[in-house]
């Protein structure tokens, strides 16, 4: 079992970056390959980016490449989204996900409460 939690959401000017993290709790997090989505008001679930466990393996979302980047540090339990050159169209609610690695989110089986990003023109 894993729990997860984020933070770091807030409040960001078009341009400007924002750092997420999510902690999760649980004995095995290093061997669970990690994810990222994101939820607009009246949008379906988004994926933005995977890590596998070890690091190495990384897969973003086309609309995030080149802006945003995931780590893990597996030795704090923590994964990490790095948001750079934000758009509006970034602004929705961030959910951390745990388990799976493709881009459906059907195949992550822990999830976090989610932190909102809101990004102003």
């Known amino acids: 079992q894993v729990q997860l939690v984020e933070s770091g959401g807030g409040l960001a000017q078009a341009g400007g970056s924002l750092r997420l993290s999510c902690a999760a709790s649980?004995?095995?997090?290093?061997?669970?390959?990690m994810g990222w989505f994101r939820q607009a008001p009246g949008k379906e679930r988004e994926f933005v980016a995977s890590i596998k466990w070890s690091g190495s393996n990384t897969y973003y979302g086309d609309s995030v490449k080149g802006r945003f980047t995931i780590s893990r540090d597996n030795a704090e339990n923590t994964v990490y989204l790095q948001m750079n050159s934000l758009r509006p169209e970034d602004t929705a609610v961030y959910y951390c996900?745990?388990?799976?690695?493709?881009?459906?989110?059907?195949?992550?089986?822990?999830w976090g409460q989610g932190t909102q990003v809101t990004v102003s023109s």
């Open positions: 649980g004995r095995t997090f290093s061997t669970y390959a």
């Open positions: 996900a745990a388990g799976g690695w493709g881009p459906k989110p059907y195949e992550y089986p822990y």
